[in-house]
């Protein structure tokens, strides 16, 4: 990877571009890169369940500027001169290991969950701006996972469920699907702050991490969104639902075609509940984008789910005074 020369500018960074050289090594660990261009590079080695110099290098470090950032980058890199090789030999550590199992609340196993492990890791002792997450890894048919390679830190583990929803949209019911990822921290939150966290050193393996799906504590949350002038559907839409004493956790929706809306995966608390950007469109001819013919402003409420699915819940928006068409 091409580090930045000395007194290098942001600005020739981004017409430097990212560009990068690559190879494979042998049964002896030998490797050999061609057609390198005089610079400076830092070397990277992929390879499963192993670490090298530069694991836990953000992406954002290869242009960064920083002098204690360069300087790490710089600590194993190799500088080529003209038209000379250089030699320039790379050892692995083996990584550390996350493993455990899914499993629903009824005993059986999760499988197919994608699971992640994320931290905010300490790289050649400096602390690291945000979180960063490892590869994902699927369970087996026993719901179970191992994540290798994994650094030095401290980790939450996050499993990764999707929501489907498919719904038929205009007269010529042209179906529409999207999915929804939900993510469920061990030992099986849906909030961060209640996320168990395991400190990782050296390369020792962490197993006996479980984490349960909480099926039967979740609920649905209905409703639809009308006019309030008329109470006639909104047709076009998103609604959400916050957690009142943790504004990190939240669901969304899209409003269906006849103005109704269901979310998913919503465990005991209390929420508010708000529509913001609703809008009418009529079918434009010919190719989309359709015509907006009415925006509506806001419309919240609070809504309590204890042990049952919530429905009923009718949310009323006001028509904006004024209106925009597009594809004019």
Same mark, same amino acid.
């Given at each position: 990877?091409?580090?930045? /020369?000395?007194?290098?500018? +942001?600005?020739?960074?981004?017409?430097?571009?990212? $560009?990068? %050289?690559?190879?494979?090594?042998?049964?002896?660990?030998?490797?050999?890169?061609?057609?390198?261009?005089?610079?400076?590079?830092?070397?990277?080695?992929?390879?499963?369940?192993?670490?090298?110099?530069? &694991?836990?290098?953000?992406?954002?470090?290869?242009?960064?500027?920083?002098? #204690?950032?360069?300087? !790490?980058?710089?600590?194993?890199?190799?500088?080529?001169?003209?038209? /000379?090789?250089?030699?320039?030999?790379?050892?692995?550590?083996?990584?550390?290991?996350?493993? $455990?199992?899914?499993?629903?609340?009824?005993?059986?196993?999760?499988? #197919?969950?994608?699971?992640?492990?994320?931290? &905010?890791?300490?790289?050649?002792?400096?602390?690291?701006?945000? /979180?960063?997450?490892?590869?994902?890894?699927?369970?087996?048919?026993?719901?179970?996972? *191992?994540?290798? $390679?994994?650094?030095?830190?401290?980790?939450?583990?996050?499993?990764?469920?999707?929501?489907?929803?498919?719904?038929? *949209? #205009?007269?010529?019911?042209?179906?529409?699907?999207?999915?929804?990822?939900?993510?469920?921290?061990?030992?099986?939150?849906?909030?961060?702050?209640?996320? &168990?966290?395991?400190?990782?050193?050296?390369?020792? /393996?962490?197993?006996?991490?479980?984490?349960?799906?909480?099926?039967? $504590?979740?609920?649905?949350?209905?409703?639809?969104?009308?006019?309030?002038?008329?109470?006639?559907?909104?047709? !076009? %839409?998103?609604?959400?639902?916050?957690?009142?004493?943790?504004?990190?956790? &939240?669901?969304?929706?899209?409003?269906?075609?006849?103005?109704?809306?269901?979310?998913?995966?919503? +465990?005991? %608390?209390?929420?508010?509940?708000?529509?913001? %950007?609703?809008? #009418?469109?009529?079918?434009?001819?010919?190719?989309?984008?359709?015509?907006?013919?009415?925006?509506?402003?806001?419309?919240?409420?609070?809504?309590?789910?204890?042990?049952?699915?919530?429905?009923?819940?009718?949310?009323?928006?006001?028509?904006?005074?004024?209106?925009?068409?597009?594809? !004019?």
């Amino acid at each position: 990877m091409p580090l930045p /020369e000395e007194n290098t500018k +942001p600005a020739d960074l981004l017409r430097r571009g990212r $560009g990068r %050289g690559e190879g494979f090594s042998d049964l002896n660990g030998a490797f050999i890169i061609d057609h390198v261009p005089p610079g400076t590079y830092a070397v990277q080695v992929d390879l499963t369940g192993y670490l090298d110099p530069m &694991s836990g290098v953000d992406l954002s470090d290869w242009e960064s500027l920083e002098p #204690d950032v360069q300087r !790490h980058l710089r600590s194993t890199g190799v500088t080529i001169r003209g038209g /000379e090789a250089a030699a320039l030999d790379v050892e692995l550590m083996r990584g550390a290991a996350i493993s $455990g199992q899914i499993l629903y609340d009824d005993g059986a196993p999760a499988a #197919d969950v994608r699971v992640q492990a994320v931290s &905010s890791p300490t790289s050649a002792n400096r602390p690291r701006v945000g /979180e960063s997450s490892l590869p994902a890894v699927a369970t087996d048919d026993q719901g179970k996972f *191992r994540i290798a $390679g994994v650094p030095p830190g401290e980790y939450r583990v996050i499993a990764g469920m999707v929501q489907a929803n498919v719904f038929a *949209r #205009d007269t010529a019911q042209a179906v529409s699907l999207y999915l929804n990822t939900q993510q469920l921290y061990a030992p099986g939150t849906f909030h961060k702050k209640e996320a &168990s966290t395991f400190k990782i050193v050296g390369s020792e /393996e962490m197993g006996g991490v479980a984490i349960t799906i909480p099926t039967r $504590g979740l609920h649905l949350v209905r409703g639809s969104v009308v006019r309030q002038a008329d109470g006639i559907p909104v047709v !076009h %839409g998103a609604v959400q639902l916050t957690d009142a004493s943790d504004r990190s956790f &939240s669901r969304n929706a899209d409003i269906t075609p006849d103005g109704s809306f269901v979310i998913a995966f919503v +465990p005991s %608390g209390t929420y508010r509940l708000r529509v913001e %950007g609703a809008f #009418d469109a009529t079918a434009a001819s010919g190719a989309p984008p359709p015509k907006v013919s009415h925006e509506y402003g806001p419309a919240e409420e609070e809504v309590t789910v204890s042990t049952n699915d919530v429905g009923g819940i009718t949310l009323q928006v006001p028509e904006k005074q004024t209106t925009l068409s597009f594809g !004019h």
